[in-house]
């Protein structure tokens, strides 16, 4: 079966400071493989997505980037963190079905 | 992607039948209609799918009817767990990479 994991859980960082947050998926290969945030009380952000190695397309200009090193590994990096940047951050795989699953989530607070 | 609307909240009793319905009158012949509920903490998870008429698995139904302008999603005998977000998608399973989350329905189950 497939497994999902996401790391840290929780995360709390200064302004300014990078981030780095990995996914990675187990059971399946070529995921399609996603990035969202949600802010306190709102919805669903969809950050980046990616189709395959290599293959990033970004959904908010920001100062968040994504890469996809290897096929079932996603990471969302920031160079610079804003206050903005705080909420729970979800990443999930799926096949362009409409059908994702989604991770555990980290919850991010920018101080 | 098909623009959807739904009701942004809704409160009802332990054990009653819940619907929730969907606009989508700019459904696509090739869209279907997707379902995903979240809990507090928790990433989305996709409940139900279906193109026309009615789908019935073991969380719920989805009454679609012949002009598909519109959906509903049926929870029989709910619980104080299924307090949740519920979210409507619109979309083709397979050709569209992305999906973009609405705000959704905040369902809350009173005892």
């Known amino acids: 079966s497939q497994t999902i994991h996401q790391w840290p859980a929780t995360l709390v960082q200064p302004v300014g400071s990078p981030l780095s947050l990995e996914c990675t998926v187990e059971g399946t290969s070529n995921p399609n493989l996603y990035w969202y945030r949600q802010a306190a009380g709102r919805g669903l952000q969809l950050l980046f997505y990616?189709?395959?190695?290599?293959?990033i397309s970004s959904e908010v200009p920001q100062n968040l980037s994504a890469s996809r090193p290897q096929d079932r590994q996603f990471i969302l990096s920031s160079k610079k963190l804003l206050l903005s940047d705080s909420g729970f951050y979800l990443c999930?795989?799926?096949?362009?079905?409409?059908?994702?699953?989604f991770g555990p989530g980290t919850r991010l607070t920018v101080t | 992607l098909a623009k959807t609307t739904q009701p942004i909240s809704m409160d009802s009793y332990e054990g009653q039948e819940v619907n929730i319905t969907c606009s989508h009158n700019n459904i696509a012949t090739n869209d279907y209609i997707t379902w995903y509920q979240q809990f507090p903490s928790q990433g989305p998870r996709f409940i139900i799918q279906g193109y026309k008429t009615k789908v019935t698995n073991e969380v719920a139904s989805l009454f679609i009817p012949a002009d598909r302008k519109s959906s509903t999603l049926s929870l029989p005998r709910v619980s104080l767990s299924d307090t949740a977000v519920y979210y409507c998608l619109v979309g083709v399973p397979n050709r569209d990479d992305k999906i973009i989350f609405g705000k959704g329905t905040r369902l809350h189950i009173l005892p």
């Open positions: 990616s189709v395959g190695i290599g293959q």
């Open positions: 999930a795989w799926g096949r362009g079905s409409y059908e994702q699953y």
